[in-house]
Each structure stands twice: as C-alpha cells, then as structure tokens.
C-alpha cells in the first residue's frame, strides 16, 4: 500500500507540470508530452539516486514504514476522494480548503517526535560508543600495569642470584655498610613493583593506582580519602567515572605552575550510597552549559558528557561546580 501512494505522489510533479504548460499554451498535446518528460526525468532521478534509499526505508519496521507513508498515502486518499471521484475541491468549502493544511501540520509533528527520538536513540547509541571506548582503554592501562610488574619481577628474580651472591661477599668481608645498602636497594625495587593498596576492590584499586602514578610523574600532588568496601554498583561503571573525572583533573593541572598543582580524591560509601568527589584547582575558569563544563578543543568534552550519563544511568546524581578557584566533581550512586 505505502509502495503504490508513494509511486502515485511521484507522479505529481508530471501533473503539474502538465497543467502548467497547458495553462501557457492551451494545447492538450503539449500539456501531455510536458507530462510524459516529466514522468521520465522523475523516474530517472528515483531509480537511480533514490531507490537504494527508498528500499532501505521500506525494508525497517512496520511501524517506522507506516510513518513513513502517511504523508503517500493520505495524499492518494485525499485526491481520490476529493478530486478525482467527486467535485469537492472545486467546492471551495472551508472543510475541504483548510484540509491540507491541517493535514500537513499533523505531519509535520508526528515527524518531530519521530526524529525527536530517532536523534535520542543516535546519540544514546553514541555515549555507548564512547564509554565501550573508554573501559577498553581503562583496561589496557590496567593490563599494561600489571604487565609492567611482572617484568620488573621477572628481572629482580633474574639478578637475585648476582644479589645474593654480592652480599655474600660482603657479609665474608665484614662490609656491612655495603650489605645493608644492597639490602635496601633490593627492597625498594621491590617494592616499586607492588601496587599501592587504596580500596579492596582491584578494579578500583588499579584505575586510582594509575592515576597516582600519572600525577607522580606530571609532579602533581595527589590526595585520596578512600573508604570504600562493599558495594552493590558495577565496578566497570563506577571504575569508568573516577577515570574520566581524574583524567580531567590531570589534564587542568598540566597549565598550572609546579608548586600549585594538586588533586584531592574522596570516595566512600555511606547509608548504603557511593560518594565521590574530586577537587583541583585551575588556571582558566570553565564555561558551562546546561550544568556541564564545555571544551573548545576538537575531540574533547566527552569525559564529562560519559560521567553524567553513567551517573544517570546507575540512577544516581552529579555536580559540576567551582568553588574559590577549585573545579570541583561531586558524585552519588545510590
């Protein structure tokens, strides 16, 4: 049915330019041939520019294709009924005249709705695009890391025979002096290896861990108030926020002098809720829009967008704020 009115509403270009040159010249036969060209250059625009898209149209759901044919198909209704088989066009009756109107404006809202949604589901489909994006780099750092310490484990087990056979020597001398050092260096390569303990989930142990690591090296005081044991959210998601929001913060300290860069990290859980909170200062104040912090710069801007629709999504609420110079991040996961 949709097929059929969408094929006789392509034929109405070819009426009217019919009627158009039949009003110029009053010759039937050229009103005629002026409707057989048209026919042929819209048959050859459709077929070869719009049929690929017109079968993909008609190969969706039913309800998607009946939407799409409101407009064919109560235009053929209404030429039949109106024009073609009775004389209440030309009536000129206000029922009949305001008709179309009406009728296009309900079209015209229903297809508001319908892109309304269709734009919603496109851009819901894309924050899930992002946030897979950015759980599988936050498992890559994760991976890395403990990649990089069975390496470095690997090479302390490799040299303990050298070690042990060195301070053998200079336990033999009585260099104790020496022994100890050797003692103590072996201990801190040890230790370099260990990921620092901050919460008992490993999840969201190693995501912090990295970061503490990242704000070592970038020289940026790094602050954590952690108390969190048990807990009923998923650890990927919430593992995903604090990434994305300390990712931000790193990056804000990196236009700061030395001595003022710092970052303080709160998470715990209290009445059976997750709080978090991460506080830095900044150089340059953030402009928001719509409760969120925006980016100038191409490819960014997504961290904050993710962290408002995981907060969303986990039912739970979140705050973008400044406050004496600090930027400030404020989660609650019920």
């Not at 690929?52 to 039913?62: G, I, P, Q, W």
């Not at 409101?70 to 053929?76: A, G, L, M, N």
């Not at 209404?78 to 024009?83: A, G, I, K, R």
Request: aromatic share 14%; hydrophobic share 45%; with cysteine.
């Amino acid at each position: 049915m949709v097929s059929i009115c969408t094929a006789y509403l392509f034929c109405q270009p070819a009426k009217w330019f019919g009627v158009m040159t039949f009003h110029f010249t009053r010759n039937s036969y050229a009103e005629y041939l002026a409707r057989i060209i048209t026919l042929l250059l819209v048959f050859i625009v459709v077929f070869f520019f719009l049929s690929e898209y017109m079968a993909k149209l008609f190969n969706k759901d039913t309800r998607s294709t009946l939407i799409f044919g409101i407009t064919p198909v109560v235009y053929y209704v209404f030429d039949y009924t109106l024009s073609t088989y009775t004389g209440l066009w030309d009536a000129h009756t206000d029922g009949v005249v305001e008709f179309l109107p009406f009728f296009l404006g309900i079209v015209f809202l229903v297809f508001c709705l319908v892109y309304y949604k269709e734009y919603e589901q496109k851009e819901d489909a894309k924050r899930r695009e992002q946030i897979i994006h950015l759980v599988v780099e936050e498992q890559k750092k994760e991976l890395e890391a403990v990649k990089r310490s069975e390496h470095e484990i690997r090479l302390i087990r490799h040299d303990m025979r050298l070690f042990l056979a060195n301070l053998s020597v200079s336990i033999e001398k009585a260099d104790m002096g020496t022994a100890k050092k050797m003692i103590s260096s072996y201990i801190d390569a040890i230790d370099a290896t260990t990921v620092k303990n901050y919460c008992q989930n490993a999840t969201i142990n190693y995501t912090i861990s990295a970061f503490a690591e990242r704000c070592e090296k970038s020289q940026i005081q790094f602050q954590c108030q952690i108390d969190l044991e048990q807990f009923a959210c998923d650890e990927i998601v919430l593992s995903t926020i604090i990434s994305n929001g300390l990712d931000n913060a790193i990056r804000a300290q990196a236009l700061l002098p030395v001595a003022e860069r710092k970052i303080y990290l709160m998470l715990k859980e209290m009445n059976g809720k997750i709080l978090l909170s991460i506080r830095n200062p900044f150089d340059k104040e953030p402009v928001f829009k719509d409760g969120l912090p925006i980016s100038s710069r191409n490819g960014h801007g997504y961290g904050t967008q993710s962290i408002s629709y995981l907060a969303e999504r986990m039912g739970g609420s979140y705050q973008f704020l400044t406050e004496d110079r600090h930027f400030i991040l404020r989660v609650i996961i019920p």
